[in-house]
């Protein structure tokens, strides 16, 4: 098995399954994102996207269907093993073989977390039946540990949109609409997953120096993504023409090179929060609240204003209103 050392990561091109157990210690990886072949003839995918495939990288080594039951409990295994309690794994599969792929994760201790729906663009056109235009995405842990999920990593708690939804809220549910990055005249493997997916598991499940593991590198893309975001990365690619290409790519991503780039949360907690309420404090929240509604604000808009004004929570500046007789709950369509 070739061994290369990029930065201090260090890769392999081999199989995953016997490369993590002659490699990887047990309890070592605090993160696994991957996606495994798709066990449906992916070297012909050319026929399903009706796409150009002179810029694609050749080498792609496929499991045939009908060993992708045990290959995947195989692999799966290899990855319990090696996260530490407490480790997270993404394992990004399409529906053919999903069954496969939790059968496997129920043979093993890993416990679901989530299970995520990948939105993208541009699905498999159809004309007989509906268009298939999502993955899955399965969000587990290894118990034993405290697991890592940054909640404020993209958006702070109290941030809110334009319609005043929160943006944390939505940046976590279990439903991600993500592009695929389209790359004309540049090479590319089969299926690379965007950096922007990838970029909001790492941030949510690891943190800097944290080590990211991916047992099917393909074009490195979780690689590239977990070094630019200064965290170290390892993993495993049996294709010797494609491992050779991406590593040498990989030499020229920096050690946190995006991290400038990323967003930067707005978060801290309300400077009031837990400070009991006096007298005076519930004399101005009541007169302030009567004179904002008054002045024609909504009652949710109303509260938010208050929350800045007087450094406290919404569930805070609600429940008081009520203990003094005011109903916070609005009817629909007056903007509560």
């Not at 290369?4 to 199989?15: A, C, L, M, Q, T």
């Not at 950096?195 to 393909?218: P, R, W």
């Amino acid at each position: 098995m070739k061994v290369e050392e990029v930065n201090g990561n260090i890769f392999y091109n081999g199989d995953c399954i016997v490369g993590a157990r002659a490699h990887i210690p047990d309890d070592s990886v605090d993160l696994i994102v991957t996606d495994p072949p798709y066990g449906i003839n992916g070297d012909r995918l050319h026929h399903h996207y009706n796409r150009d495939e002179r810029f694609v990288v050749g080498g792609y080594v496929e499991v045939p269907a009908s060993d992708y039951g045990d290959f995947s409990l195989r692999w799966i295994r290899e990855a319990e093993r090696i996260l530490r309690p407490g480790g997270s794994i993404y394992i990004v599969s399409g529906y053919t073989n999903l069954y496969h792929i939790l059968h496997a994760l129920r043979e093993t201790r890993l416990r679901e977390v989530n299970h995520i729906i990948w939105r993208y663009n541009f699905g498999v056109y159809t004309s007989r039946k509906y268009v298939s235009s999502h993955y899955h995405i399965l969000f587990y842990e290894k118990p034993g540990g405290e697991r890592t999920f940054n909640l404020e990593s993209r958006y702070g708690a109290g941030e809110r949109g334009p319609d005043s939804g929160s943006l944390n809220y939505r940046d976590r549910e279990d439903v991600w609409c993500i592009n695929r990055e389209y790359k004309p005249g540049q090479a590319k493997n089969k299926n690379e997953l965007p950096a922007e997916l990838l970029t909001k598991m790492i941030q949510y499940s690891s943190n800097e120096g944290d080590l990211v593991c991916d047992m099917f590198l393909g074009g490195f893309s979780t690689a590239k993504v977990a070094v630019g975001l200064n965290r170290r990365a390892t993993g495993f690619e049996v294709s010797e023409q494609v491992f050779d290409l991406r590593i040498e790519e990989l030499r020229d991503i920096g050690k946190g090179c995006l991290l400038s780039a990323l967003r930067n949360p707005r978060t801290g907690e309300p400077e009031n929060r837990g400070r009991p309420w006096t007298d005076a404090d519930r004399e101005t929240l009541l007169a302030r609240f009567t004179g904002l509604i008054e002045s024609g604000e909504t009652k949710k808009r109303a509260i938010e204003t208050l929350g800045r004004e007087l450094g406290r929570g919404r569930w805070a500046i609600e429940k008081m209103l009520k203990k003094q007789g005011v109903r916070t709950g609005g009817r629909r369509g007056d903007g509560t």
